[in-house]
């Protein structure tokens, strides 16, 4: 079974104010999908209802046939799940190996310390700033300390928004770098969405087109770059 997060007849949205609109989509096991589309389209909001931060109208979202949609975010974290946001992803107050310790909070005293361990391993350029504030950090370090803080409780899945954004496009690069990593040598299946959509689709395996809340696309990310209408329906790739 190739599948491993189902998104099926999806309205979803935040209250009163819906965003999607009857999205259907299968998330590849161990590959990089990639979620694109123009600004506003749904993208960011269809990664927080697969991380219960949404209100979901109708529809079903399911990780290996585990019911996703109704639970809280904690309970889908528990089942696999980590979700990188673009922003507020790490405590600027605490030192870095702090907010690692924040990040698993849950676990036990010596399976932290071999998490540490394993994800310093990953992210080896951390070790560099172990006792530096957060607050201290570039964009880049910033954004690596978050991702070792998702990895750190060892998720089936980590769901990437936007994670090169504000970045220079060379710690962008080196990012989208870790993300290929994550999937190559831990066999993560990762779901990332990025504005920057000529770069992801390039690295990616498969892609999803959102426009105006629905899905006007699924298939491989070389077969979207191709695809004869994609610079009408997405303005910001160039061809």
């Given at each position: 079974m190739n599948d491993m997060i189902e998104v099926r007849n999806l309205n979803a949205g935040y209250r009163r104010l819906q965003v999607?609109?009857?999205?259907?989509?299968?998330?590849?096991?161990e590959k990089i999908n990639v979620i694109v589309g123009p600004n506003g389209s749904g993208k960011s909001t269809l990664l927080k209802?697969?991380?219960?931060?949404?209100?979901i109208y109708s529809g079903s979202i399911t990780l290996d046939g585990v019911e996703l949609a109704g639970k809280a975010p904690h309970e889908i974290a528990r089942i696999g799940v980590a979700y990188l946001p673009q922003t507020e992803n790490i405590f600027e107050n605490l030192t870095v190996k702090e907010n690692l310790k924040m990040a698993g909070y849950v676990l036990g005293k010596d399976e932290l310390e071999e998490g540490i361990k394993d994800v310093a391993e990953v992210f080896p350029a951390i070790k560099r700033y172990w006792r530096r504030k957060a607050k201290l950090l570039s964009g880049g370090e910033r954004q690596m300390v978050a991702m070792a803080m998702a990895l750190l409780r060892k998720p089936k899945v980590m769901l990437f928004d936007e994670p090169t954004g504000g970045l220079a496009p060379k710690i962008a690069s080196e990012v989208l770098s870790k993300i290929i990593e994550l999937r190559d040598t831990l066999n993560m299946t990762i779901?990332?969405?990025?504005?920057?959509?000529k770069k992801v689709l390039e690295i990616g395996d498969k892609a999803y087109l959102l426009v105006g809340g629905r899905l006007v696309f699924e298939g491989?990310?070389?077969?979207?770059?191709?695809?004869p209408?994609?610079?009408s329906l997405y303005l910001g790739i160039t061809s």
């Open positions: 999607l609109f009857d999205v259907s989509a299968s998330f590849d096991r209802s697969i991380f219960g931060l949404t209100t779901v990332l969405v990025e504005q920057n959509a491989g990310c070389q077969d979207l770059l191709s695809h209408r994609f610079s």
